[in-house]
């Protein structure tokens, strides 16, 4: 049978030059809940959906606030975001220290990113298996970054990562130009969650228990709603299930949907098994 | 190294599954598999003309999310030296941070700014390095250097392999057949460096048909005595338009009287990775 000999590990170009188990740490993002991110001129604003492993247990945390103007969704192996976030949140204060003034974003995130690079160029480490998106508000505007493990940031006007994130990038891109107009940041986190709610699967809603919102803009420190907080702006939303007419339906989506068909009782139950935690 | 009998001549072998291992031929392809990744990148071009150099890169664009005129692939590495590479964007970043730290050691040690070639002794060293050992992977980039110094303008292009050469004309990254022979058309003893940036856009645009299906933004810069005061700096916004203009204006022309050669083109790396 055929085997990939080039993907043990980072220090290995297969002969068309690529890096698969750097490759394969991107795949890692996708098992991860979805998180979304946009800009307007004077906001950033991030949502997330919130996944437990069981009923009773506990939602994982999917927004980290870094400083009063930055924070991070994540999406992947949520104890690398941690440690990402740990040096983010290092960083900041140093700049603090140093220059007295708080941290400007592109720095920020370059920090990490050379940081992930480090991990793919030798042997002995693996990549980061996690996605951020990095929603940030500085002396020059509101910015919002993809960070990958691969060590590549790039900065968005609206991105989405983790499972089905397809589906908000789409409806990011047909929405573009009425988002970045928008100067209510109420009607940007509308435009949020409306992104996230085309990633659920067929009989997941939005709840104030799954969703995370958090806000950074002008005159805005960071902050995140969970929980009650998030009914809000809920309320404000038409419908909080995926729209059922949608046009394409990628693979992976199907897939899971024959999956959660058995799953009547409880929309907070993810029936697809939550890998955030395993080292697969 | 561009052989294409890469193929049938590693694969299985064993010889190709670690950096550091020569084959039986010599050869070590790990750092040859390096230049494939290269191979796949957006393209990169650097001039050295008589009053300057001129860095230009085609930056791809993957999404209309992407914000227009941020996520900047050349990079200023001292004053006045500019760096612009293709292949794997995050080793490029690397690479940067590697020759400001050389640049900022000399200046340390010497009190002048470092001059080009001394960059390119140090920096080619250390790329070199990323070849000899099992614990690491060579840099997936070609790096195009350009400065000024006392001795005056100076063009490199360093490979994976740690080699560097002086250059008139260099070009790297996928459209890197098209644009070098479009190179070397040009008259570089007579060429001011406002024409070269005219043709740094020209011929972006001339080696983007290898990459026809994606759309892609023009990144400019240059360094000059005269108009930059031997900074390195990218060109200003109507300059930028004009050299496009430019471009677009010949490519007209071109399309009626002659077929541009194609490129290799084995394109099947991610495209998230490599632009």
């Not at chain 2, 794997?88 to 010497?110: A, M, T, Y």
């Amino acid at each position: 049978m055929f085997r990939n000999n080039y993907d043990n590990d980072t220090v290995t170009y297969s002969p068309t030059g690529r890096l698969f188990q750097v490759e394969y740490a991107l795949e890692a993002i996708k098992q991860g809940s979805a998180a979304v991110g946009l800009t307007s001129k004077n906001h950033v604003v991030l949502v997330a959906l919130k996944r437990n492993a069981e009923e009773l247990g506990s939602y994982q945390k999917k927004i980290i606030k870094i400083d009063s103007h930055m924070g991070v969704a994540l999406a992947g192996l949520a104890p690398d975001a941690r440690v990402l976030s740990n040096y983010l949140k290092k960083k900041a204060m140093e700049n603090k220290l140093i220059f007295d003034k708080q941290i400007q974003t592109y720095k920020a995130v370059l920090s990490i990113a050379d940081k992930a690079q480090e991990n793919t160029q030798g042997f002995g480490s693996r990549p980061y298996g996690v996605g951020l998106l990095i929603a940030g508000y500085d002396e020059t505007g509101s910015h919002l970054f993809e960070f990958q493990p691969s060590g590549s940031v790039l900065e968005y006007f609206g991105a989405a990562i983790g499972a089905r994130s397809q589906a908000a990038r789409t409806y990011l891109e047909r929405n573009l130009e009425i988002i970045q107009q928008e100067t209510e940041v109420e009607k940007l986190i509308v435009h949020g969650l409306n992104a996230l709610r085309d990633t659920l699967s067929q009989d997941v809603e939005l709840t104030f228990k799954n969703t995370t919102v958090a806000v950074v803009g002008k005159d805005q420190e960071f902050i995140t709603y969970d929980d009650e907080d998030v009914q809000q702006w809920l309320d404000k939303l038409d419908s909080v299930s995926n729209a059922r007419n949608r046009e394409e339906e990628t693979e992976e989506n199907t897939e899971e949907n024959t999956h959660e068909t058995n799953n009547e009782d409880n929309q907070d139950h993810p029936t697809n098994e939550d890998r955030m935690e395993t080292d697969e | 190294m561009k052989s294409t009998n890469i193929y049938l001549t590693s694969i299985g072998t064993g010889y190709d599954l670690s950096n550091s291992v020569f084959s039986p031929d010599g050869r070590n392809f790990q750092v040859e598999y390096a230049m494939k990744a290269v191979e796949n990148g957006g393209t990169s071009i650097g001039i050295k003309c008589k009053d300057g150099i001129v860095l230009a890169c085609e930056k791809i664009i993957n999404s209309k999310l992407l914000v227009p005129g941020k996520n900047k692939r050349i990079q200023t590495v001292d004053r006045h030296l500019g760096v612009v590479y293709s292949g794997l964007l995050p080793d490029g970043r690397h690479f940067v941070n590697r020759c400001r730290e050389e640049s900022q050691s000399f200046k340390s040690i010497f009190k002048i700014p470092i001059p080009v070639p001394n960059l390119l002794d140090r920096i080619g060293l250390y790329v070199q390095n990323y070849t000899c050992y099992n614990s690491v992977r060579p840099f997936g980039i070609v790096g195009i250097i350009g400065g000024i110094d006392d001795n005056g303008s100076h063009l490199y292009m360093v490979e994976p392999s740690g080699s560097f050469w002086g250059y008139s004309g260099a070009a790297t990254g996928k459209g890197r057949q098209i644009a070098k022979s479009e190179l070397e058309k040009l008259k570089f003893d007579d060429l001011n460096i406002k024409d070269a940036i005219k043709q740094a856009a020209r011929i972006i645009s001339l080696a983007h048909e290898d990459n026809k299906d994606k759309d892609y933004e023009l990144e400019i810069s240059w360094c000059s005595k005269e108009f930059t005061n031997g900074k390195h700096e990218f060109i200003p916004i109507e300059l930028l338009e004009e050299a496009k203009k430019f471009a677009e204006e010949d490519e007209g022309d071109e399309d009626e009287d002659e077929e541009e050669g194609e490129g290799e083109g084995e394109g099947e790396g991610e495209d998230t990775e490599m632009n």
